[in-house]
């Protein structure tokens, strides 16, 4: 980011009674980013999104929204709008009322309304249902009403909560691609709330990974996947494994063998993990000329563009390999195989 960013948080806190529901967290959103809120349930992403609209004020700390300090500022005087599931479409008004809704508080005229309103419904791709009622609706059609409502007022920021949980699987999937290209045809900031890290991963330019109440990563969805900062975030994004071992002069000792170690901050002697994950591992039938670990292939499943294998390792334990569709020879339950990775295919973190 090399413009000035749209929000700026600094070192916000907030508790609730004896729950710190946020501690010190800071970070920036671009104008025109799409920005994604990551991580389990009650890690405080509500609770920073509340801030940020308004609805609750910081015990510690600054946001700003367009430079401007947001201290005091109620809700309705940020350019901040906020969209939750589908289901806080009003029932009885048609979907044009329902767009229309905010316009009217802000007292705009008819002809004005009109006219943004067709506007909405031609980004949103909903022209032609204006006169039915939500029930009326798909999923879909109906989360991109609620959509349209958000942006209609013209808010610089949007943020979304949670908003593809009511949908199913598949709807999900073809709505993210949606309200992505609705959102970088707008050019107005978005800011999501998701716990799914398929969401996350998906739609936004960067994701903030929090956990209890901090933030553990920021950084592009390649970035959270191939280089976690912590622990947490190498389990919680995506499938991955975890090997015990141990740092021996500047290697890390495991199941592998020895395996280099990146940047210090491991003491000599610590119990460590090496985080890689399913795709990263080789697989390959058990030969004279292969070194790595010896396992037994205990469940396959076919996924279509990918196989994942689960193995029983000699050694003791078991590891997640996926590869892709007809790569390599074939497994079955009860073969034998043998296991190998790059040096630079996993990372290595403390045990915690
Ligand atoms: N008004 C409140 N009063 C008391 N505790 C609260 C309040 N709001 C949030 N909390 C607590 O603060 C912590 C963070 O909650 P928050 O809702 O921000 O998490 P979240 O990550 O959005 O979770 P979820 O995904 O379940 O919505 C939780 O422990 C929650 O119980």
Redesign the pocket.
């Known amino acids: 980011m090399t413009d000035a960013p749209l929000l700026s948080i600094k070192g916000a806190s907030k508790r ?2 004896a ?1 710190a ?1 946020l501690e010190d967290v800071s970070l920036e959103v671009g104008a025109g980013e799409f920005f994604a809120l990551l ?1 389990p ?8 999104m509340r801030l940020v609209a308004g609805f609750e004020t910081l015990d510690a700390g600054r946001i700003e929204i367009g430079g401007a300090d947001m201290s005091g500022a109620p809700p309705h005087r940020r350019p901040v709008n906020l969209m939750f599931q589908s289901y806080a479409l009003f029932p009885h008004l048609s979907v044009f009322e329902n767009i229309a809704f905010g316009l009217r508080r802000q007292g705009k005229g008819r002809a004005e309304i009109a006219a943004r309103v067709a506007e909405l419904l031609q980004i949103v791709r909903l022209e032609g249902v204006e006169t039915r009622r939500p029930d009326l609706l798909s999923g879909g059609q109906r989360q991109r009403v609620a959509l349209a409502r958000a942006l209609a007022p013209g808010p610089r920021l949007l943020l979304l909560d949670e908003p593809l949980g009511a949908l199913d699987r598949q709807l999900r999937e073809e709505t993210q691609f949606q309200i992505k290209e609705i959102q970088r045809r707008l050019k107005t900031s978005f800011v999501v ?1 998701t ?1 799914d890290q398929d969401e996350a991963l998906v739609m936004a330019d960067r994701i903030a990974v929090m956990r209890a109440g901090r933030i553990e990563q920021i950084g592009a969805p390649t970035e959270v996947y191939e280089r976690p900062a912590t622990r947490f975030v190498a389990g919680f994004i995506g499938q991955m494994n975890f090997l015990e071992g141990h740092i021996e002069n500047g290697a890390f000792v495991g199941p592998f063998g020895r395996l280099p170690v990146e940047g210090g901050g491991l003491s000599q002697g610590a119990k460590a993990v090496l985080a890689v994950r399913p795709e990263r591992i080789a697989i390959a039938p058990a030969t004279q000329e292969n070194a790595g670990l010896d396992g037994v292939v205990e469940d396959v499943a076919f996924r279509g563009e990918t196989t994942h294998f689960r193995l029983r390792l000699s050694g003791g334990g078991t590891l997640r390999v996926s590869r892709g569709a007809n790569s390599g020879a074939p497994f079955c339950v009860g073969d034998a195989a043998r296991i190998s990775i790059a040096p630079e295919a996993g990372r290595i973190f403390a045990s915690e």
């Open positions: 609730f009674g729950i529901a991580g349930s009650g890690c405080g992403k509500t609770t920073l709330v716990h």
